[in-house]
């Protein structure tokens, strides 16, 4: 890899203004700033390949403009008196790397080049939330590197500006978007955005008092090496386990999936009524479809999860989510105040740090593996599941945090978890009893109360048993 300099790359906005966050900004910019110099961790990464026969020259072009059209690529954000605000420039420039890689190698060099990119803090005050690099190969461009702050963008918005960026590589691109983050602040605070804000605040307060202030005991927060720990499961026996239950239900595969995830957990900490956090998207029309900026909150999810059979939880769990996610979008200083009311009846026992977040943009899985749906078909498929370690962190915001990823035949599964609370061991067992509670399930050979009374209920007792009711 051959580094050739830098190109500055100019931009002309229409407007420049500044105003408050908007309601996804703000609740990025609390976790961002919680993790201070390891945010980081939230910057997203893309990596555009270049159409045979576009120069140099209409890239950096093509680059120029794309800033232009999205007014949230040229804003700073900051701390003001009065709170968080955005900041809008019509005009200034941005860095474009340029390398050359050898020939044959662009791709990987385009790879490395979004690690190094992506693991750098944004310093939002003083950069654009938007860095970009150019590899070229035997003199021609070959990959346009991407790395975007999360509080510029969550993934949808991604999607967005991937598809803006390659309509105007091919030299077609539609119209420049007409909401912007700006225009979504403004909506937030007046009018029905502000009504709609109001009632999910109310749902926060009604909902915080049916549930336990927390599923786990209290521990300390310091970071410390490993603490936190996120192992994967790849299951084509939970794909088809999930499949064969959403229909049977006439739900969704999400719907199943986060069903399961609060009978796990139940089962686990030996508590009828469970509390998730789910990452709501918060894209309800075209105009927020089109926003690029982020829209993501978090949904106050509770569900009983007591004496019902599975199949009858999941029919609970569709409209259950639907309220949560009905009541996502809100003022975050607005919960915080919620939240702090509930600390107090709680003597601070309070610890909603338990999530859900299905990224998958499928519901159905598209190629899954021919067998018969019984308990014998089903069970031989259980011999291709995996568990893998994916990764450890000092410190992390969250207890457990399970989340989907998307292959077209098999369900892939993600789950983060503190190691004070949750041992090592426990997570593969999690994963495993996630498994196991479709499979069984599906095939009618395990109800919700027996599966309570496996050893996912009896871990509680060996690990955690002051927390169990």
Known sequence: MQHLGARSLTFQGNRSETAPMTWGQRAIWKA???LDDDAHYFNIRRIAKVPPGVTTAQVEAVLSTFVSRHE???TRFHERAEGPVQEVWAEGALSLAVVEAASGAADDVAAELARELVSVTFRHAEEWPFRCALVLEDGCPASAVLVFSHLAVDFWGVRELERDLQQLLAG??????EWRPIDQARFETEGPGAARGAAAVEYWRRTLHTVPPTLFRTVDGEARPERFVRMGMDSPAAAVAATVLAERCQVSTGTVLLAATAAVLGAYTGHDTVALQLIAVNRHDERTRRLVAPMVENALFALDVGDDTFEQTVRRTFLTGMNAYRHAQYDP????EILDEARKRSNGALNLGCFFNDKRMHDRWENLPETDVGPDGLRALLSRTRVTFVGSWERQDATFFLHTGYAPDTCLLYLLADTELIPRNDIDLLLRAFETLLVD???????????RSTRAATSIEKNLGETAP
């Open 441 to 451: 399930s599906a095939t009618g050979t395990l109800d919700l109360a027996d599966f």
């Open 333 to 336: 200083s607005a919960v915080d």
């Open 172 to 177: 077609t691109g539609s119209p420049e978007p």
């Open 32 to 34: 961002i700033r919680w």
């Open 72 to 74: 949230v690529l040229r």
